[in-house]
């Protein structure tokens, strides 16, 4: 009999493959300029985010034999550990979630590269989840601290990353359509590809937008500040001051649809958490599971989270909701971790939703789970998030490890990491948001 974690290791590498840059950049790259339209002379490439390091290496090789007369040029930024080789393009290692001093400096580069193409450029941006905060290049009067104290206030309220993003394309001189807008004033054209790490997959939402229209406005960008009352005693005035300006019209919105009317820009999103799903989904069939599929968009705080899917299965292990067993329940998306004053905590959302629902399904000890960031980083640790078998929570047992006392302080991490079972990848070098599978074996009853 194959063990639990054997499976459950095997479908988290199904979901890492189908959103590998260097399986996915060259099929779409075939499809946006198919035989006969190749990039001839300047190419400019930039782009940001924990992927988009490998989106650049899985592009120059493509360019190479596919592309003779395209001259190739740009700078991407990634997360630091994220780097990728390249031979033309510049990869700048930055801070993330939280922005440094080398993020802004590589975002001025290539806004300076950006702000010398001429009409016929091609501008190919390689996008990927954490560029919004490796794209800092704050709008004028807005200091690269004032952006990490807005950053880490908005971290510490517990916001999602999407309002988190609003804020952020609204003090952002690259974000919310920016950089699109520079290279069409020069004439070029833009062609973005697209990681997706956030739920719904708009292309105004993936590292918030660089080369997309945003829906989002100053007001909404203010209200979520007044949402997680966070006044001037948190945010630095200039950001409060740019944010005011934006409200009476006296700087720019963010680019919007009736801006890119007839304009050559097309954005490409080549991976998302849902396809990452479909693929664990066939790999756990190949074990003799039926894989039930909850949605790519689950959001929420990650213990409360856990908690409806620890519902979910005890639903269907007593009344077979989806047939009979055994069943694998497997979800995405990205939930949140709010901490109370006072406790740091040690983990991240995916670690945290797994010691949430291995305490809340002690009746049901055969069911195994595995819950983990596809970037291989989940919060402040250095794993990729963990999971647990029968055989995971009997050590727990004979070590006298209370689930409860653990979630309580936050520490999702030393639980886990005392067992054994933390799920430990370093750098994917991709990322599709969370990825989260409960298998049901077929002696699930409650006990």
């Known amino acids: 009999m194959i063990d639990s974690n054997e499976i459950l290791q095997k479908a988290f590498q199904a979901a890492l493959v189908v959103a590998d840059p260097k399986h996915i950049v060259p099929e779409y790259l075939a499809r946006i300029f198919p035989k006969g339209s190749e990039p001839k002379g300047r190419c400019l490439v930039v782009g940001a985010g924990k992927a988009s390091a490998a989106m650049a290496s899985a592009l120059e090789s493509y360019a190479t034999k596919h592309w003779p007369d395209a001259k190739l040029e740009g700078i991407v930024l990634t997360r630091y550990g994220h780097a990728s080789p390249t031979n033309h393009i510049a990869i700048v290692e930055a801070g993330h979630p939280v922005p440094d001093q080398a993020g802004m400096n590589g975002a001025i580069e290539m806004m300076r590269l950006v702000n010398q193409m001429n009409p016929g450029d091609i501008l190919i941006a390689l996008v990927s989840g954490g560029g919004s905060s490796l794209l800092t290049l704050p709008q004028a009067g807005i200091s690269i601290d004032d952006m990490r104290q807005t950053t880490e206030a908005l971290l510490r309220s517990g916001a999602p990353i999407e309002e988190m993003n609003i804020v952020r394309k609204h003090l952002s001189a690259i974000l919310g359509g920016n950089l699109a807008r520079a290279a069409l004033a020069r004439g070029a054209q833009v062609e973005a590809l697209l990681i997706s790490d956030v739920t719904g997959d708009l292309p105004a939402d993936i590292a918030s937008g660089p080369c997309a229209a945003d829906y989002s406005t100053y007001e909404n960008a203010r209200d979520i500040l007044t949402k997680y009352r966070l006044g001037s005693d ?105 901490l109370p004053a006072g406790v740091k905590g040690r983990g991240g959302r995916c670690s945290e939703f797994l010691l949430s629902l291995f305490a809340a399904t002690n009746d049901l000890p055969q069911i195994a789970a595995l819950a983990a960031d596809t970037d291989g980083i989940d919060g402040s640790e250095k794993n990729a998030g963990a999971w647990f078998t029968s055989k995971t929570r009997q050590q727990a047992r004979e070590q006298d490890m209370r689930a409860g006392l653990y979630l309580a302080a936050h520490d999702c991490y030393g639980f886990f990491s005392e067992l054994g079972a933390l799920v430990e990848t370093g750098p994917t070098l991709t990322n599709v948001n969370d990825f989260r599978i409960i298998l049901l074996p077929a002696d699930s009853g409650a006990k």
């Open 234 to 338: 948190q945010i630095p005035a200039s950001v409060l001051h740019h944010l005011e300006k934006g409200l009476q019209g006296a700087i720019p919105e963010t680019l919007k649809d009736a801006d890119l009317v007839n304009q050559p820009v097309r954005n490409h999103v080549i991976a998302t958490a849902h396809r990452s799903l479909e693929s664990a989904a066939k790999c756990v069939r190949d074990f003799g599971y039926t894989p039930i599929i909850l949605g790519d968009t689950i959001t929420g705080e990650a213990k409360d989270v856990a908690l409806v899917h620890a519902g979910l299965a005890r639903e269907a292990i007593t009344h077979h909701q989806w047939g009979a067993l055994p069943i694998a329940l497997i979800s995405g998306g990205e939930c949140t971790v709010t």
